[in-house]
């Protein structure tokens, strides 16, 4: 249980700072403090809150095969803004990306659709790195 939890606060910290880092919009006051005090958060919020709207929304993450995870993701992550001084979601900016095979365009979001938005991000990003360190 003591190492679960300690490998979804390190997933949880390095996913808030890598998704920091490639979207502007999350704000950390006081640096890398604030960041490691998010992730606590997170990770608590992942036990206890996560694991009821996951149960909430049962039915419709079986119609569409987990699709709808990100949206404990979003409570989560709302909760946590409440709690921790310093850190503050705000608008959800991407500058876009343009390569030679692909262009994504610039993405600018606000309110609630950027903290849904920033929930999505976190979530690929934190399946991805758990996937990673399995």
Do not use: C, H, Q
């Not at 390095?14 to 919009?25: D, E, F, K, N």
């Not at 992550?77 to 709690?83: A, G, K, Q």
């Amino acid at each position: 249980m003591i190492r679960r939890a300690i490998k979804y606060f390190l997933v949880n910290s390095v996913t808030l700072y890598l998704v920091s880092m490639a979207v502007s919009g999350m704000v950390f006051e006081n640096g890398t403090s604030t960041i490691i005090l998010t992730g606590v958060a997170l990770t608590l919020a992942s036990f206890i809150i996560k694991p009821v709207i996951n149960v909430l929304l049962l039915p419709l993450n079986l119609i569409t095969f987990g699709l709808f995870r990100w949206v404990g993701y979003a409570v989560a992550l709302y909760l946590v803004t409440l709690v921790v001084p310093g850190f503050r979601v705000g608008d959800f900016v991407f500058g876009g990306l343009s390569s030679y095979w692909i262009s994504i365009p610039e993405v600018a979001l606000g309110g609630l659709l950027a903290l849904i938005a920033f929930s999505f991000i976190i979530s690929i990003t934190s399946s991805i790195l758990d996937w990673l360190l399995k």
